[in-house]
């Protein structure tokens, strides 16, 4: 069955890095664009990062641009999420999807209809 496993959450200090994986399995991610969403304890889930499918168009929220960036390994199927100079804001639990060709203008929003999700991965962010 075709699904994504997120996986590399853990507890980071403030200012520091950690690094999630989004591993694929029974479809090719590197034909889909892929989506980072996070949700913060009580908020709703929002949308942070998108990359096409051709990697050559990555869409950012502002509370991420400069400090988060995504990567793929093809030969894993995987793709990742670099995060940088973390703030505790940045604390939740944080998810992939994959839909389509291109992010489009609604990659932020469930509007945009990804055809996969991941089951999430907690990230903790300490003083």
């Known amino acids: 069955q075709e699904q994504l496993v997120e996986s590399g959450g853990g507890v980071a200090q403030t200012g520091g890095s950690l690094r999630l994986s989004c591993a694929a399995s029974?479809?090719?991610?590197?034909?889909?664009?892929i989506g980072w969403f996070r949700q913060a304890p009580g908020k709703g889930r929002e949308g942070i990062l998108c990359e096409d499918a051709s990697g050559r168009n990555t869409k950012y929220a502002d509370s991420v641009k400069g400090r988060f960036t995504i990567s793929r390994d093809a030969a894993k199927n995987t793709a990742y999420l670099q995060m940088n100079s973390l703030k505790p804001e940045d604390a939740g639990t944080y998810f992939c999807?994959?839909?389509?060709?291109?992010?489009?203008?609604?990659?932020?929003?469930?509007?945009?209809?990804?055809?996969?999700w991941g089951q999430g991965t907690q990230v903790i962010v300490s003083s």
């Open positions: 999807a994959a839909a389509g060709l291109f992010c489009g203008v609604t990659w932020y929003s469930d509007r945009h209809n990804y055809d996969y």
């Open positions: 029974g479809f090719r991610l590197d034909d889909y664009a």
